[in-house]
């Protein structure tokens, strides 16, 4: 049962924000989380902070033309939404996916601004990206799209103001075709965008960030429960950039990872998923996760990637996209004896199967917390680029596993501040509001 506060909260969203489903989800989890707040500082809700946290400071749609290798003129959409600057430069990753639409991009930017949070780096929240499909295209047509993306983006970026960087579809190789426009259309050569290569001013461990982290993060709740990785069975959806790297610091801390996914499908390899494989057919093929299947005759692929969580597991990370957990899939896990979760994409667990793994006892690492380690990474590219100086791997590497400590520590600590110990989905999104709405109160009604 929603409270009147929800209540008044979501009508409101709702009308203003027709159809954006995604947005709604967002908002509701952490309006509920964040009442006792409200109601403990009144000088947020007289000051009206969450209701002018929902209201992005400022969004763009723009037009995107650009000319296929057949020589046809394509228009897609392209988004940047800047949604919070209380505590940094707006920050956070584009997406390029043909169902991105705004009320996507609103829910990422919306959970950006706690997420970041809670990073204990200063950014602010920000979310971008197109409904541009990269998959199928030749890299002559992935920069031609870039480019006519950055060259309306840029005049409303900048290293001081907004720092994008990647997410589902963007990658180094976006990036590298954004940054050269963008450098281009300036004459600067800055940290504008966070995920450079590494011999033009990005940082190492970037890469590796979103997927380590969240390995780290799930390792605090497996230490909280007198375990570890050792032994475990691991399934992790996608087979993207967190699915790799989570990959493969879950089997360096001695986990057994038997499952990976695409959209078209998922594996399952008992004997453990060889990385090699995975990182070839992926990274550098641009291939289908099938083909490992192919490859290795000890694997087995199925065609239905929903049914990835039918596959029995100790801990599970959903690292693909939003929603892919629903409640049949969160009890199917629950049943096969999963004792953590820890999300790799953002919000890929319905408030269902939410409720479902706190009712079950499950170790539930939510999004905003679990995955914070690419954006914070991103933050120290930021800072080295503003140092003109590169850290050494094990120098950021080290700095990420303090930060994840740190996130899990912070959300730990508001939920039980809230009576609410354990919750770690209460702790991460107080933990985050809190900051945000003291930074809004000291800077006034802007
Ligand atoms: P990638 O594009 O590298 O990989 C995405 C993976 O998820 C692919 O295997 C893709 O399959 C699959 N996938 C994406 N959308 C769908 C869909 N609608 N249905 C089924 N499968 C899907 O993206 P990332 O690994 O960077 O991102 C994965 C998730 O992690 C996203 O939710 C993102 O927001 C989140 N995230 C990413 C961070 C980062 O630093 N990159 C940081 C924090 C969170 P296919 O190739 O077939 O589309
Ligand atoms: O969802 C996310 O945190 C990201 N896609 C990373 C954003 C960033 O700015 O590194």
Redesign the pocket.
Known sequence: MASKFVDEIMSAVVARNVGEVEFHQAVREVAESVEPVIKKRPEFAKARILERIVEPERQIMFRVPWVSDAGQVQINRGFRVEFNSAIGPYKG?L?F?P?VYIGIIKF?GFEQIFKNALTTTPIGGGKGGADFDP?GKSDMEVMRFCQSFMSELFRHIGPDTDVP?????V?GREIGFMFGQYKKLTNTFSGVLTGKGPDWGGSLVRTE??GYGLVYFVTRMLQDRGTDWIGKKVVIS??????IYATEKAQQLGAKVIAL????GYIVDEGGIKLDTVKRIKEVERGRIKEYADEHKSAKFHDR?QDIWTVPCDVALP????N?IDQASAETLVKNGCIAVGE???M?STPEAIDIFHDAGVSFGP?KAA?AG??ATSALEMSQNAMRLNWPFDEVDSRLKQIMNAIYAQCVEAAEAYGKKGNLVAGANIAGFVKVANAMMAQGVV
């Open positions: 990753g997406r996916h169902s990422l998959k960087a990647g997410d589902i579809g990658g960030a979103t996608g087979s993207g950039n967190v699915a996914s695409d959209s078209n990637w690292s693909a996209t939003q892919e790799g994409a953002n890929p999004a995955n690419g954006v």
